[in-house]
């Protein structure tokens, strides 16, 4: 029960930022901005200072906010997915399939997002238990990939990561995909401390997901 509640969280957050920050601050001021423009998916990544301890205190701080989700990206091994598990991260990312991260994450009833780019690497990923699949990077990609895929793959759930932007997430939520990631074009004004940038982007990307998934219905 607990997974499947994590990843209709996932389902309903819809666009899933992706943290990559330089210091715990700016990640706790940019996830803050990110929330007050409607993002309830995050996603910090470990190659973020101290990203287990951002988990932690986001967790605590959003307990209340049973929209949000937080998780853990960049997660290279089991031993980093299980720190991030007991950081309060609700499921894990990782830019390859991992079997021993998925072992861990099973263990723990947490879903684990790992990155695959060809039908055999989704297909050891499903056997595996995962139950959405990180398309990374997606810009190497058309949209038109997710039909390919859902050919012979008709039952995975995907999540495109990695030039997704405003202008054409609509093309791969259109082909049936369950949520995009979003990073740099989102989150690059925090490099110049612009927190408040950040929530009127955040604002855009949810409001442009729900006028999508209006259109699809």
């Not at 994590?6 to 666009?15: A, D, H, P, R, W």
């Amino acid at each position: 029960m607990k997974k499947a509640n994590i990843l209709l969280k996932l389902e309903n957050s819809g666009v899933i930022a992706v943290l990559r920050s330089d210091t715990k601050e700016e990640s706790l001021k940019t996830i803050d901005a990110l929330v007050n423009g409607g993002i309830t998916g995050l996603e910090v990544t470990f190659t973020t200072p101290q990203a287990d301890e951002v988990i932690r205190e986001t967790a605590a701080i959003y307990k209340d906010n049973a929209a949000i989700v937080v998780g853990a990206g960049t997660v290279l091994d089991a031993m980093t997915a299980r720190i991030a598990i007991m950081a309060g991260a609700e499921f894990v990312v990782s830019p390859m399939f991992d079997s021993e991260i998925a072992e861990i994450c099973n263990l723990y009833h947490v879903p684990y997002l790992p990155g695959c780019m060809t039908i055999t690497e989704m297909k050891t990923a499903l056997r595996a238990g995962v139950d959405i699949v990180k398309l990374f990077p997606a810009s190497t990609y058309e949209p038109s990939f997710v039909d390919a895929v859902k050919a012979p793959l008709p039952q995975v759930n995907i999540m495109p990561t990695g030039g997704v932007s405003l202008e054409n997430m609509d093309q791969w939520l259109n082909k049936g995909c369950v949520a995009v990631g979003v990073g740099g074009n989102l989150l690059a004004p925090a490099k110049t401390g612009n927190y408040d940038q950040i929530t009127k982007l955040a604002k855009q990307y949810i409001d442009r997901y729900h006028e999508i998934k209006m259109v699809s219905v």
